[in-house]
C-alpha cells in the first residue's frame, strides 16, 4: 500500500511560478513510476508529467512541455513538479499518482495509488 500527500499549492498570479510537491509512504517509492495529474471544475482529470522509477524518462502533456518540471528524490520518498510561467488554464486540483505495479512504465493504466490532491489557482 502506497499513502501520497500532496502540498505546495496555492493562489498565484499568471507568470509566476509554483512548486508541488509529494512525499510517498512505504519503502517500495524507488521502484514506482510517478505522475502528475490535474482537474479543472467541469472536465475530466487530466495527465500532466510522470517519471519513471529510476528518475532517466520523464514524460509531459503538451500543454505543460516546456513550463513544467516533474522530477523525484528517491532518498527522500518525493516527487516534485515545478511550474513555470503558469497560466490560468492551469487552474485546476493536482493529483499525485503511484503506479500500482512495482518497474511499471508510464501508460494509460499505470496509476493505482492517488493522493487527494492540492489546489492550485492561476488568477489572471
Known amino acids: 500500500q502506497v499513502q501520497l500527500v500532496e502540498s505546495g499549492g496555492g493562489l498565484v498570479q499568471a507568470g509566476d511560478s509554483l512548486r508541488l510537491s509529494c512525499a510517498a509512504s512505504?519503502?517500495?517509492?524507488?521502484?514506482?513510476?510517478m505522475g502528475w495529474f490535474r482537474q479543472a471544475p467541469g472536465k475530466e482529470r487530466e495527465f500532466v508529467a510522470a517519471?519513471?522509477?529510476?528518475?532517466?524518462?520523464?514524460y509531459y502533456s503538451d500543454s505543460v512541455k516546456g513550463r513544467f518540471t516533474i522530477s523525484r528524490d528517491n532518498a527522500k520518498n518525493t516527487v516534485y513538479l515545478q511550474m513555470n510561467t503558469l497560466k490560468p488554464e492551469d487552474t485546476a486540483v493536482y493529483y499525485c499518482?503511484?503506479?500500482?505495479?512495482?518497474?511499471?512504465?508510464?501508460?494509460?493504466?499505470?496509476?493505482?495509488?492517488w493522493g487527494q490532491g492540492t489546489q492550485v489557482t492561476v488568477s489572471s
Open positions: 517519471i519513471r522509477w529510476s528518475g532517466d524518462n520523464t
Open positions: 499518482a503511484a503506479s500500482l505495479y512495482m518497474f511499471r512504465e508510464h501508460g494509460g493504466s499505470t496509476y493505482g495509488y
Open positions: 512505504g519503502s517500495t517509492f524507488s521502484r514506482r513510476t
